[in-house]
Antibody
Framework: EVQLVESGGGLVKPGGSLRLSCAAS????????MNWVRQAPGKGLEWVSS????????YYADSVRGRFTISRDNAKNSLYLQMNSLRVEDTAVYYC????????????????WGQGSLVTVSS | DIVVTQSPDSLTVSLGERATINCKSS????????????LAWYQHKPGQPPKVLIY???TRASGVPDRFSGSGSGTDFTLTINSLQAEDVGIYYC?????????FGQGTRLEIK
């Protein structure tokens, strides 16, 4: 059974930093692209970032590019999101998501999700 | 960037009836090399992570009841839920994966009348 467990969320002041981690199990982590998706309070789902299996291809939403960094450690079956220069509008539940699909170099759909980690940015 | 827009924003349907949710893309999601539409649908219930229902615009994910179906091609897509059940209440999202800059629609809230 696929399991994705996020950790590292919490309360941080505007301008601060936080690092989210995601521990993966139940599948061959090194074979799959991985993503972060967030949901702000009362808002819809927003894709944040994706990485391919080797981190050669990494993409970010415009809203976080230059402030957030996605990374992975295939030996540890772990995905990370380093969040710097945090803003109030970054307040959200952050989901670690496994990507699926042989899509010819394009994106993929999300077949497994963690339970989410709440990040609150407030003074 | 590819933008996907859903309609309506909310929907109220009686038990046993049909619910229809639309998703329109700013660019075609049909990849001519494989003749596939790069669109997925998700169901999101409070307190749970989202769940994929449909991918490739019309392929049901494993374990999804056959009352859920997806259709459409190019820029216009539809999620249809037949014989609506009480457990179908939630928010539904479409997602395009044609671009590596992935994107969700704004969501459609489905309620029972």
């Amino acid at each position: 059974e696929v399991q994705l467990v996020e950790s590292g969320g919490g309360l941080v002041k505007p301008g601060g930093s936080l690092r989210l981690s995601c521990a993966a199990s139940g599948f061959r982590f090194s074979d799959y692209s991985m993503n972060w998706v967030r949901q702000a309070p009362g808002k819809g789902l927003e894709w944040v970032s994706s990485t391919d299996v080797t981190t050669n291809y990494i993409y970010y939403a415009d809203s976080v590019r230059g402030r957030f960094t996605i990374s992975r450690d295939n030996a540890k079956n772990s995905l990370y999101l380093q969040m710097n220069s945090l803003r109030v509008e970054d307040t959200a539940v952050y989901y670690c998501v496994k990507e699926e699909g042989d899509t010819g170099g394009k994106g993929g759909w999300f077949d497994s999700w963690g339970q989410g980690s709440l990040v609150t940015v407030s003074s | 960037d590819i933008v996907v827009t859903q309609s309506p924003d909310s929907l109220t349907v009686s038990l046993g009836e049909r619910a229809t949710i639309n998703c329109k893309s700013s660019q075609s999601l049909l990849f001519t090399s494989n003749n596939k539409n790069y669109l997925a649908w998700y169901q999101h219930k409070p307190g749970q992570p989202p769940k994929v229902l449909i991918y490739w615009a019309s392929t049901r994910a494993s374990g999804v009841p056959d009352r859920f179906s997806g259709s459409g091609s190019g820029t216009d897509f539809t999620l249809t839920i037949n014989s609506l059940q009480a457990e179908d209440v939630g928010i539904y999202y479409c997602q395009q994966y044609y671009s590596t800059l992935l994107a969700f629609g704004q969501g459609t809230r489905l309620e029972i009348k």
